[in-house]
């Protein structure tokens, strides 16, 4: 897709590439899932999850949790994806980001009351002892969804960063927490 209007001014306009909007199959989400920004593949379908991706994301988190992808209101950071998919960083991130909350349209109707941290589900690959650590933030916030509370989990340090700039010691101290917003 390619960038809105709105997105004129921004540090990554003319160097990200593409845009990806939030994914939203129903109007009552279980829960709301933030990542870092849109990979290649994400951007030619135009969802934040897609491919590989997605497949190895419902075998190893959505399918033993009986959580259909479906169910779930997915976001990203940022819209594009930025120059050699490097993270943008200093006063580049903080006005791609602010540009990006621009359509976080969805976001704001869900109305997160609680925000949950834990891996980017992307860090399998490298890091594949994160898994149980994973599963465990994801049946939390399926639980708490199911007793109806409104949960936002941010998957990686950038969305905990948007959220909680804050808060440091590295992702190990900070996943599986949840605060009430």
């Not at 006005?95 to 949950?116: P, S, V």
Request: glycine letters at 8%; aromatic letters at 12%; charged letters at 30%.
């Amino acid at each position: 897709m390619l960038k809105p209007k709105e997105c004129t001014g921004c540090p990554l306009e003319k160097t990200g590439t593409g845009f990806v909007c939030d994914k939203l199959s129903k109007t009552k989400p279980l829960f709301a899932v933030m990542f870092k920004h849109p990979g290649k593949m994400e951007l030619v379908d135009n969802t934040p999850i897609t491919g590989y991706n997605l497949r190895r994301f419902q075998e190893m988190l959505l399918k033993p949790l009986k959580i259909d992808i479906g169910d779930l209101l997915l976001c990203n950071t940022l819209r594009c994806y930025p120059p050699d998919g490097k993270y943008p960083i200093g006063k580049e991130k903080v006005q791609a980001l602010k540009h990006c909350r621009r359509y976080d349209t969805e976001l704001r109707k869900f109305k997160a009351e609680t925000i949950g941290v834990t891996y980017s589900p992307f860090d399998l690959f490298k890091n594949p002892n994160i898994e149980k650590f994973l599963y465990s933030a994801f049946a939390v916030a399926k639980r708490q969804a199911q007793e109806g509370q409104r949960i936002l989990l941010l998957c990686g340090t950038e969305a905990k960063d948007l959220y909680f700039p804050n808060l440091h010691g590295g992702m190990k101290r900070w996943q599986r927490s949840f605060w009430k917003g």
